[in-house]
């Protein structure tokens, strides 16, 4: 059993330009959630989504941020006009349905620098 | 307001010493409480994890952790650490029921010296 997957690990943008992150959770998965860790700090959660539906995106910025998770295919974590203050480590989690508990379980990151 | 606090932001041990690493939370209601561990180019792991029950947890690798509920605390040991222990450390809470986020703390960078 595939473990959740991120890509791309590593991303390189210049600033003004968009990053796009994607996240495939494991398999039988229904929920994802996003968490971004920026240099010498712990993890920070960002949004949690279902299937088609955002249920807790407390932790987003208000501005150029923003995800999905489609029905079909990975959960995206888009960042517009990307700054220099957006380079951090972005690691998503998933975890089971119902009765599953609540462990997250994380996928490798994608470490995103914006020059 | 929901937090975590993780005492100790760099340990240094020789092989064989023994390890504690503190966490202490802040947390309205009844919490789940996890230990996950980040080695070096890899992503984080869960190391144990507490729901409900004994209050002294058994994790993989030799670690446990005890729930001190009067304290707050949830501090990992491990009575004689590796090499392979070099690592950083997460103390991560979140609310008993439905499918809340983690509130991490800022992580132990743990350095394991043979």
């Known amino acids: 059993n595939a473990g959740v997957m991120q890509n791309p690990r590593h991303l390189v943008r210049r600033r003004g330009q968009e990053a796009r992150l994607r996240c495939s959770p494991m398999?039988?998965?229904?929920?994802v959630y996003w968490y971004r860790q920026l240099p010498e700090e712990g993890l920070k959660f960002m949004v949690y989504?279902?299937?088609?539906?955002?249920?807790?995106e407390s932790g987003m910025p208000k501005e150029r941020f923003s995800a999905e998770f489609p029905k079909e295919g990975p959960s995206i974590l888009r960042i517009q006009q990307v700054v220099r203050g957006d380079s951090a480590a972005y690691f998503c989690?998933?975890?089971?349905?119902?009765?599953?508990?609540?462990?997250?379980?994380f996928g490798p990151g994608t470490r995103l620098t914006v020059t | 307001a929901q937090s975590v606090s993780q005492h100790n932001h760099h340990v240094i041990l020789s092989e064989a010493a023994s390890l504690e690493l503190g966490c202490n939370y802040s947390?309205?209601?009844?919490?789940?409480l996890f230990w996950y561990v980040q080695y070096p180019g890899q992503h984080l792991q869960l190391l144990l994890k507490?729901?409900?029950?004994?209050?002294l947890v058994k994790g993989i690798k030799g670690f446990e952790a005890e729930f001190i509920k009067s304290k707050f605390s949830f501090n990992l040991r491990k009575p004689s650490v590796q090499w392979s222990d070099t690592a950083e450390y997460f103390c991560?809470?979140?609310?008993?029921?439905?499918?809340?986020?983690?509130?991490f703390g800022a992580g132990t960078r743990l350095a394991v010296h043979p």
């Open positions: 989690a998933s975890s089971p349905p119902a009765g599953g508990g609540n462990e997250q379980y």
């Open positions: 398999k039988g998965h229904s929920h």
């Open positions: 989504l279902q299937k088609e539906n955002i249920i807790d």
């Open positions: 947390y309205g209601g009844t919490v789940n």
């Open positions: 507490y729901f409900s029950g004994d209050p």
């Open positions: 991560a809470v979140n609310g008993n029921g439905g499918y809340n986020k983690l509130i």
